[in-house]
């Protein structure tokens, strides 16, 4: 039925509607998610929606899901990356924190012991949070650069 209804509806801006219809009636057959999943797959595949018509696409898959208590949805699987990418950026404010750690321990090693050289700076930027703090902590009492790396 997808590729008929592919065949039939070549732009993808007439594709919402049949699209949806297959759908809804992927769902009354009753089917248990582990086969509705790879047809619905097969489905998006072949009635490629523009973006712009993913959110209305979207909005009915959940309904459905709802009244069937399932868990699927390609698309859904997008939004969830989107969301990911959200997560993602505030794993980047936290980089960017990290990297303020190490501009600040750099900065603060080159004060106290001189010119830093490529090897220190790659270690310092290398390095993750814990030895971060750690180092930044030790750089308070300590004497030498090699104090600065202990435990």
């Known amino acids: 039925m997808a590729q008929l209804q592919a065949l039939r509806y070549k732009g993808g801006a007439q594709r ?3 699209t949806v219809s297959l759908v809804r009636m992927l769902y009354g057959y009753g089917y248990d998610r582990e086969h509705i999943q790879p047809l619905l797959r097969l489905i998006e595949w072949m ?3 523009p973006a ?3 959110p209305a696409y979207l909005a009915v898959v959940e309904r459905l899901e709802q009244e069937r208590k399932m868990s699927y949805v390609m698309i859904a699987e997008r939004r969830g990356i989107a969301k990911g990418l ?3 950026l505030e794993q980047g404010l936290e980089q960017g924190q990290i990297k303020g750690q190490v501009d ?6 080159q004060r106290r012991f001189g010119a830093v050289d490529a090897a220190i700076e790659q270690r310092v930027r290398t390095a993750g949070a814990d030895d971060l703090e750690a180092w ?4 308070l009492d300590a004497t030498t650069l090699e104090d600065v790396f202990r435990g």
């Open 52 to 54: 712009q018509q993913e």
């Open 136 to 139: 930044s902590l030790n750089i």
């Open 47 to 49: 009635l490629r929606l």
């Open 16 to 18: 919402l509607e049949p």
């Open 86 to 88: 959200e997560q993602g």
């Open 104 to 109: 600040l321990l750099l900065r603060q090693i």
